[in-house]
């Protein structure tokens, strides 16, 4: 059921992004600020090397505990934190560098401060971006990604998702919420990594356990060689036709 997925994928024992990156990746350097309004603690971004390739990273941050998620927003980014990402993939961009994003969040920060400051034009600015990179671009779901908030980060040729995963516009509460009604919502939203993959949406589902990094390792390494093979209009293309062939499913 997927009240026991959100128990395990909310659990302080889940998988975080920080540990994820320090497995995958080596010489990561952290990229802070975003030159107006400060630093987002709940987004990790710099450059790093995988597999001897540079990369750009994204790696959301919600923390085990109390403090931590105190500190980390609960992994819900603000608007300082997707212009901190907007500065990352720009530099991907220049330099040809794969953007990689690990994602564990409940949505984008609501609060009037991000709203005041820009965070909907943020978000937009960044979808925009990750759509038109000529790099490529791969989203790894380790927990939650919720709203648009998520989908800025998951604007990408590839997606990974652990296989306990969420990916959907909006929280399991607040679609139960909307919806109103009593009924399995999976009827309505097919959010888990084995529904969305058979829509064709996720490209590789991870199984977890007590080899989930090298299993993260293996799909990552997998999906960048492939990606690797094709030029900067064929990863353009690719990505488009991507969301646009799932958009026709879900009308049929």
Known sequence: MLSD???????????S????????????????????????????????LFNDQPVTVLAVNR???????????????????YCKALRLIKAAQRF??????????????ASAYSEHHGQSQ?????????????????AIFLGEGHSGGALAFANTNRIIMLENAL???ASPEAVAAIVNTDTDINEYLPMTATALKRIGLVDDVVREGPK?????????????????????????????????????????
């Open 5 to 15: 997925q959100l128990k395990q994928i909310r659990s302080q024992n889940r998988i």
């Open 17 to 48: 992004s920080r540990t994820v990156l320090n497995y995958l990746f080596h010489d990561f350097v952290a990229i802070h600020g975003d030159r107006v309004l400060g630093d987002d603690a709940a987004l990790t971004g710099g450059v790093a």
């Open 63 to 81: 923390g085990h505990n109390a403090v931590q998620r105190q500190h980390f927003n609960g992994g819900m980014v603000s608007v300082s934190g």
């Open 96 to 109: 040809n560098r794969p953007v990689i994003s690990l994602i564990d969040m409940p949505g984008a920060d």
């Open 122 to 138: 943020a978000i937009a600015e960044m979808l925009a971006e990750m759509g038109e990179l000529s790099s490529p671009n791969m």
């Open 167 to 169: 990916f959907s516009v």
């Open 212 to 252: 989930v990094l090298e299993n993260i390792e293996r799909a990552v390494a997998k999906q960048l060689s492939a990606l690797n093979q094709l030029n900067e209009q064929e990863l353009i293309n690719q990505r488009q036709k991507k969301y646009l062939k799932v958009l026709e499913a879900g009308r049929e």
